[in-house]
């Protein structure tokens, strides 16, 4: 089956640095989208790619959908204590019309030291 | 205030009893899901439900039975479960329409665990 690949695992950054995560699939993906998940809490959707070559910006985050179809990474500027949590990526693929289900990365786990 | 609401928020059970897990949308949506989320493992979707009707049932055992009763409510009903059934289950819901979707709302999951 589909499967997505999200790296890294977990970050450990110092605040104020900025961050980078992917995720790659062996298929081809017509939406990509990025959620955040804080403990406690449900996935919370950041960013929602719908194009080839898009590239969407959220405040300090910027996601961009790869040319290929098959990568997308996130981006966070100037990172900040509330940015921890674990990152997932999301992809969707469409059929004729009717939407398959979203494929989900394991996560990025990161953390920020203040 | 989110959007799919779930309760209870932690349950646990024993491998004999019967409980079920709630969501609500507030979001107007047409379709609703049970994920289930183990650690170090992607998110599985469980059951989709589009309008009312289920749409997708993913080998889930019989054990996990769900049911929409409407487009805003969504349960998921638990008999003589395992212990590796204890996660953190997730309800979605989303706009289907033709040609476009809009992606999932989650709601805040309902810690289970089995002993």
């Known amino acids: 089956g589909q499967q997505l690949n999200q790296s890294p695992q977990s970050m450990f950054i110092q605040e104020g640095e900025d961050v980078s995560m992917n995720c790659t699939s062996s298929?081809?993906?017509?939406?990509w989208l990025w959620y955040k998940q804080e403990p406690g809490e449900g996935p919370v959707l950041l960013i929602a790619?719908?194009?080839?070559?898009e590239l969407t910006s959220n405040g300090r985050l910027t996601a961009q959908f790869g040319i290929t179809r098959k990568d997308s990474f996130l981006n966070i500027s100037a990172s900040i204590p509330s940015d921890v949590g674990i990152y997932f990526c999301?992809?969707?693929?469409?059929?004729?019309?009717?939407?398959?289900?979203?494929?989900f990365g394991k996560g990025t786990k990161l953390s920020v030291k203040p | 205030e989110t959007g799919v609401t779930q309760t209870p928020r932690h349950l646990v059970m024993g491998m004999t009893n019967k409980k079920s897990l709630k969501c609500e949308q507030h979001?107007?949506?047409?379709?609703m899901y049970w994920y289930k989320q183990s650690a170090k493992k992607p998110l599985e979707l469980m059951f989709v439900?589009?309008?009312?009707?289920?749409?997708e049932n993913n080998s889930v055992p019989s054990r996990f039975s769900p049911e929409c009763p409407n487009s805003s409510h969504l349960f998921l009903h638990l008999h003589t479960l395992q212990p590796e059934d204890s996660a953190l289950y997730l309800c979605?819901?989303?706009?289907?329409?033709?040609?476009?979707?809009?992606?999932?709302?989650f709601g805040n999951g309902t810690r289970l665990t089995v002993t």
């Open positions: 999301a992809g969707q693929l469409w059929y004729g019309g009717s939407q398959g289900n979203l494929i």
């Open positions: 790619l719908y194009k080839a070559g």
């Open positions: 979001l107007g949506h047409n379709a």
């Open positions: 979605a819901s989303s706009q289907e329409g033709q040609g476009s979707n809009s992606p999932l709302h």
């Open positions: 439900y589009s309008l009312e009707e289920r749409v």
């Open positions: 298929s081809i993906f017509n939406t």
